[in-house]
């Protein structure tokens, strides 16, 4: 849900921002409108998101595990207590391994260490793809490559409404190709409008018609990111077991909004010291993810969380 309200809030803090509705270009007051509007209706929800059913198992009992598996999966008596069964055999009978692993056991277990370093990586690299510059300079990339400034606001609202279109469509397409799969073809995307928004900043003066380069380039980076962001929240929790996801994950959250910020932060300076080519360095960083899923991240789909874990094992 979070990697489908993400896409929908760029097109709402796009059009809050516009200067015609609020008098002045103020993106990230939009940004900010937005996520606090989103962050209100989380806390009221909060109450009733579910503990996890091995979170469940492990504190309360089978009784209501059994509830909560019923919540999630809708399934039959008989398909919920194999489940259970399998809950009772990952959490044993030892109660120091129904607890949640501290980041010592995780540093020093071999394989609760590379499923760590796994989503950590994977979840930091989602923004290391440059998609805060984007988001916040997309009206002034636009103009720097040639598109009129009458619909460089437009033009942005577009491509995000497209994003949120291709994380919806993600949602779909993960029901029949693995999240791995997805990622690394988006990725190949997103290598591909970075060289054709670099071309087109760089040539837009003397072949005016590359500023429509720069314009299919940012809806080829939106849609692509737009996979990329569902399918990597989708991916990122059953890359672990329940003793280190919250961990793994609270790491993972913090690279994540690291890169967020560095990326805003230094794009200003990299435009002026390297000017258009500043998208190359956010095509070396999607290579890099895409090498990392290639070689570190498993394949999912229809795989057993014991089935994924061997892949760390090894």
């Not at 309200?5 to 796009?14: D, E, I, N, R, W």
């Not at 993960?174 to 988006?186: F, G, P």
Request: charged fraction near 15%.
């Amino acid at each position: 849900m979070y990697g489908l309200l993400l896409p929908v809030g760029q097109v709402a803090s796009t059009f809050f921002a516009w200067s015609k509705i609020l008098g002045s270009y103020e993106r990230v007051l939009g940004a900010i409108l937005y996520r606090l509007i989103f962050t209100v209706l989380f806390v009221m929800c909060f109450y009733w998101i579910p503990e996890t059913p091995y979170q469940s198992y492990t504190k309360h009992g089978s009784v209501e595990a059994a509830e909560i598996l019923q919540r999630l999966r809708s399934s039959d008596a008989e398909n919920i207590q194999i489940e259970l069964n399998l809950l009772r055999s990952v959490a044993g009978n030892d109660l120091d391994t129904q607890r949640e692993a501290t980041l010592k056991e995780i540093i020093t277990t071999p394989q609760y260490r590379k499923h760590f370093l796994c989503v950590v990586v994977t979840f930091s690299l989602l923004m290391g793809r440059g998609f805060s510059n984007v988001l916040a300079f997309s009206d002034k990339i636009l103009l720097e490559a040639g598109i009129s400034q009458d619909v460089v606001t437009p033009t942005s609202m577009g491509a995000f409404f497209l994003s949120a279109l291709a994380s919806a469509g993600a949602i779909i397409a993960m029901r029949k190709y693995d999240c791995r799969t997805l990622m690394i073809v988006s990725d190949i995307f997103i290598v591909l409008s970075h060289a054709l928004m670099t071309a087109s900043i760089q040539t837009s003066k003397q072949i005016p018609g590359m500023s429509w380069g720069a314009f299919a380039a940012l809806y080829l980076f939106m849609a692509a990111f737009g996979v990329i962001t569902t399918a990597t929240f989708a991916l990122l929790g059953v890359l672990c077991v329940d003793r280190t996801r919250s961990l793994c994950l609270l790491i993972g959250g913090a690279g994540f909004w690291f890169l967020a910020w560095f990326v805003g932060f230094i794009s200003p300076y990299l435009a002026v010291w390297i000017q258009g080519y500043a998208f190359l360095i956010w095509m070396g960083t999607t290579v890099l993810s895409m090498v990392h899923f290639s070689l570190f991240v498993p394949m999912t789909k229809g795989k057993t969380e014991n089935e994924i874990q061997t892949f760390f094992r090894k």
